[in-house]
């Protein structure tokens, strides 16, 4: 079969090299899928530039991908949650990446039913994304009633995470290019603030969760406008060592970052509130819960273009310097 692989780590170089290998065979808790779409993400340049050797040093070649939608072709001896033909998606383990390719053999318990009302190319950019806002929300232990600033809503993270919290009972302020206020709106926003006339932090204040995409100076600017002992969930800061032990790292790993994120730690505790950073994790119980709160809402995720695998390097090229209004996609469909 077809693969996409890291060959070597580089840091000015992300090109994927499309090598043919063995098709996985499976093991008893194991389904094989054969796979229809795969997300392309930052994450994916991330590794291929060598920036998360620290978190899981992969061994190379290694095939990349994260995150896959496709349909289940053979089922484990202890497999009874699905069966062949279903379609399903999922963000594959960290220490078993490997979406950008034919197929792929998966644990089942990090699957998750695809709705209905998705295409293959919708589907592929729900798991990473909405695994992301439901895992951040339970580092916050976010409470119905309660208020959340998204920070950048107007991405493809926004354009996920706003209903997800909406769903969950939270008020959502958000933020970004007032082009977008519409839409944004239209999610299920409650307040929108266009960050070119407007700066958020003389507007709110008093807000019990943050959700932080965008960090540099931002990541402080946001803590400026939180409650205390409030949460702030960063996707772009630093790892800190609550991060770092929430993750089950070595204990040296555990020290070195607790040095490295005790800048967002400090500057947590001078504003009063917690800092956390996240690193998204495969989880099948919570994208099934994504996937219910979808099919409720028939939310559509937003797609920027759709490439063939065989352009995977151009998608790539897209996610690293392109700009994007919505999600990068791999279609494996002939």
């Not at 590794?47 to 994260?66: C, D, F, H, W």
């Not at 439901?134 to 995470?161: E, H, R, W, Y």
Request: net charge positive.
């Amino acid at each position: 079969m077809k693969a996409a692989q890291h060959i070597s780590y580089k840091k000015n170089n992300i090109k994927l090299t499309i090598a043919e290998i063995a098709k996985p065979k499976i093991k008893s808790n194991q389904v094989l899928i054969k796979v229809k779409a795969a997300g392309v993400n930052p994450l994916d340049n991330m590794i291929s530039r060598g920036e998360v050797k620290m978190i899981v040093p992969y061994k190379l070649p290694q095939t990349a991908g994260n995150e896959l939608v496709g349909v289940v072709e053979e089922v484990g001896a202890n497999v009874n949650t699905f069966i062949v033909k279903d379609r399903v998606f999922c963000r594959l383990p960290l220490n078993n990446i490997g979406a950008f390719a034919e197929y792929v053999a998966v644990d089942a318990d990090v699957l998750a039913k695809v709705p209905a009302y998705l295409t293959d190319e919708e589907a592929a950019a729900v798991p990473l994304t909405a695994l992301t806002i439901i895992q951040a929300l339970d580092l916050m232990n976010a409470k119905k009633g309660k208020t959340i600033f998204i920070s950048g809503g107007t991405g493809g993270v926004g354009g996920m995470a706003i209903p997800i919290a909406k769903a969950k009972g939270l008020t959502v302020i958000t933020n970004g290019d007032g082009e977008n206020a519409k839409r944004v709106l239209e999610l299920g926003a409650d307040q929108f603030i266009d960050y070119k006339k407007e700066d958020y932090t003389q507007i709110i204040s008093n807000i019990d969760y943050v959700l932080d995409t965008l960090g540099g100076a931002e990541t402080e600017k946001q803590m400026s406008i939180m409650k205390k002992g409030g949460q702030l969930v960063s996707l772009r800061a630093m790892p800190n060592g609550a991060f770092a032990k929430r993750m089950n790292l070595p204990k040296w790993k555990q020290v070195l970052f607790g040095l490295v994120g005790s800048k967002f730690d400090k500057m947590a505790a001078s504003y009063g509130v917690n800092y956390h950073f996240i690193f998204v994790e495969s989880n099948g119980k919570q994208l099934q819960e994504v996937a219910d709160i979808f099919s409720k809402l028939e939310i559509k995720p937003s797609i920027d273009t759709i490439y063939p695998f065989e352009e995977v390097n151009v998608a790539l090229e897209k996610v690293a310097y392109g700009r994007s209004r919505g999600k990068t996609v791999l279609s494996f469909k002939k």
